[in-house]
């Protein structure tokens, strides 16, 4: 058992019956989350064990594993093995937002533009709010991210947008500018990238940052927008924006193909 944490402290999980409803395994598992979300329980916090679990609902091993199982591609469980492990409520992760978010773009064929408008709306003020906001040594650290050390461009560019996003001290904003960057990501691998366009990308990210770092929200809020705009401009120019976010078949490019003929028929 992690250090800290006793085991007369693992809360009790009020969870009824879902022997005669369908999709037991579904029901349990909304069961545990609301009791997760509803006692505000810590991430790291111990919840019953599997047996416990079985005893209280009057469900199957089966279908309670299938539950945690669900609860762990929320990402709201985690399961940790050894003589301390245990299912545990897990540490918030953006990364499980973006994941749902992916899928549901895609088979949409949601345009670029659609990522693009999205951006102009929700990362100048962003970066407004960084300016005012922010420590002077997160000031400093995004000085040196924006001189974009050896490293794919595209890299540069979202850590760039995510760090900004995190300076803002809102989460919400922070959520909603880091889970499309991860999308961002897959679409700039896709992309032809000249050097000029880093350079752009560059002196761009520069500018912004010396606005934050000096403090001056209307400035930095302005030079975020400035850089989104071209961003925009570069893909109409190359006939991007009225494509899907990324091509549904660049997501087959790092994949093994082993499954290539059942899907195909």
């Known amino acids: 058992m992690p250090e800290g944490v006793r085991r007369d402290s693992v809360p009790t999980v009020a969870v009824k019956s879902a022997r005669t409803l369908p999709k037991a395994a579904a029901s349990l598992a909304e069961e545990i989350r609301a009791q997760i979300l509803g006692l505000g329980l810590e991430p790291g916090s111990q919840l019953p064990s599997e047996p416990e679990l079985i005893s209280q609902s009057g469900l199957g091993r089966a279908t309670v594993r299938e539950a945690i199982r669900l609860l762990e591609a929320q990402g709201l469980v985690v399961i940790r093995r050894g003589s301390h492990g245990g299912i545990f409520v897990a540490q918030p992760n953006l990364s499980n937002l973006s994941h749902t978010l992916a899928p549901v773009l895609t088979l949409s064929k949601a345009p670029l533009r659609d990522l693009t408008t999205y951006r102009k709306m929700v990362e100048p003020p962003a970066a407004g709010l960084a300016a005012t906001l922010a420590s002077a040594e997160s000031k400093q650290s995004l000085l040196k991210l924006a001189e974009h050390n050896p490293g794919p461009g595209y890299t540069n560019e979202v850590a760039f947008h995510e760090r900004i996003a995190e300076m803002s001290d809102n989460l919400l904003l922070r959520v909603l500018v880091i889970v499309p960057h991860d999308l961002l990501r897959e679409?700039?691998?896709?992309?032809?990238?000249?050097?000029?366009?880093?350079?752009?990308a560059n002196q761009a990210h520069m500018a912004i940052a010396k606005a934050?770092?000096?403090?001056?929200?209307?400035?930095?809020?302005?030079?975020?927008?400035k850089h989104l705009e071209a961003f925009e401009q570069r893909m109409s120019r190359e006939?991007?924006?009225?494509?899907?976010?990324?091509?549904?078949?660049?997501?087959?490019?790092?994949?093994?193909p082993a499954f290539s003929s059942f899907f195909s028929g």
């Open 187 to 200: 679409h700039l691998k896709g992309e032809s990238i000249e050097n000029t366009d880093l350079d752009e």
């Open 239 to 256: 006939g991007r924006l009225d494509r899907p976010i990324v091509p549904q078949e660049q997501w087959l490019r790092d994949h093994s």
């Open 212 to 225: 934050i770092a000096a403090g001056d929200a209307d400035r930095a809020t302005r030079a975020m927008a």
